[in-house]
């Protein structure tokens, strides 16, 4: 089953409730919020008190996308304001397995970011201790980039590892530049998880928004 997790970030941020509302009611499987710190990436959004708020307009599970240096400092606050995941860019991590047992000792899934520049290989190592891997298919920072083909071929490469190592139950996510176009070519490598900003709040009817990226993967 293929999910569909619209990333609030190309949302009105002054109707951030009734915007969840709308996209959940239009058949969104989770909520994609990214969190950016100005370091990590050229860009600021949202904090914890922002993922609080939102959390009772929703049943679905928060999807954090964390792209901030040090996430190991925030993992507590993010848990608590109720993230059901947490995802973290590898290139922020000095001790990427310590920082995925953190998130799950506080009861959260815990995914692993890379941005197209870095190689699949530096979440190898860690494959068996997480529940997501993120395959950032723009530079992270903003929304409605253009999707980077080359990234398609790294999707294929951990699903073949993924696949060898008998760990059906974890997802691969993308994100950045999805829409009904470019979903066919990450699905078809492997991707489960498909965030889609601009192509899903861009569109003033997001029903049709999300099902247009449906009926793109399914045959
Ligand atoms: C990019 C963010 C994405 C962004 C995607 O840095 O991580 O989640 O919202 O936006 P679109 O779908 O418009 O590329
Ligand atoms: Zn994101």
């Given at each position: 089953m293929i999910k569909i997790a619209p990333s609030i970030l190309s949302a009105d941020f002054?109707?951030?409730?009734?915007?969840i509302s709308i996209v959940e009611a239009a058949g969104a499987d989770w909520i994609h919020v990214?969190?950016?710190?100005?370091?990590?990436v050229p860009n600021i959004t949202l904090g914890p008190p922002i993922v609080s708020a939102?959390?009772?307009?929703?049943?679905?599970?928060?999807d954090v996308h964390l792209m901030i240096d040090k996430p190991e400092q925030y993992i507590a606050?993010?848990?608590?304001a109720g993230a059901d995941m947490i995802t973290v860019h590898a290139e922020a991590c000095i001790h990427l397995h310590r920082v995925i047992h953190l998130i799950?000792?506080?009861?959260?899934?815990?995914?692993?970011?890379?941005?197209?520049?870095?190689?699949?290989?530096?979440?190898?190592?860690?494959?068996?201790?997480i529940d997501m891997v993120l395959i950032m298919t723009v530079n992270p920072g903003f929304g409605g980039q253009a999707f980077i083909p080359r990234t398609v071929q790294k999707v294929r490469q951990v699903r073949q590892w993924l696949?060898?190592?008998?760990?059906?139950?974890?997802?691969?996510?993308?994100?950045?530049?999805i829409t009904s176009e470019t979903a066919p070519l990450v699905v078809e490598a492997g991707a489960d998880v498909l965030v889609a900003?601009?192509?899903?709040?861009?569109?003033?009817?997001?029903?049709?928004?999300?099902?247009?990226?449906r009926s793109s993967v399914q045959n």
């Open positions: 002054a109707q951030l409730g009734q915007e990214d969190v950016m710190d100005g370091h990590f939102i959390k009772p307009h929703t049943s679905l599970p928060l606050d993010f848990a608590k799950k000792e506080h009861g959260v899934q815990a995914g692993i970011a890379i941005n197209p520049g870095t190689s699949a290989a530096v979440i190898q190592e860690v494959l068996e201790d696949n060898e190592a008998s760990l059906f139950d974890v997802h691969i996510e993308v994100d950045g530049g900003g601009s192509a899903v709040f861009g569109q003033k009817d997001r029903e049709a928004a999300i099902q247009a990226i």
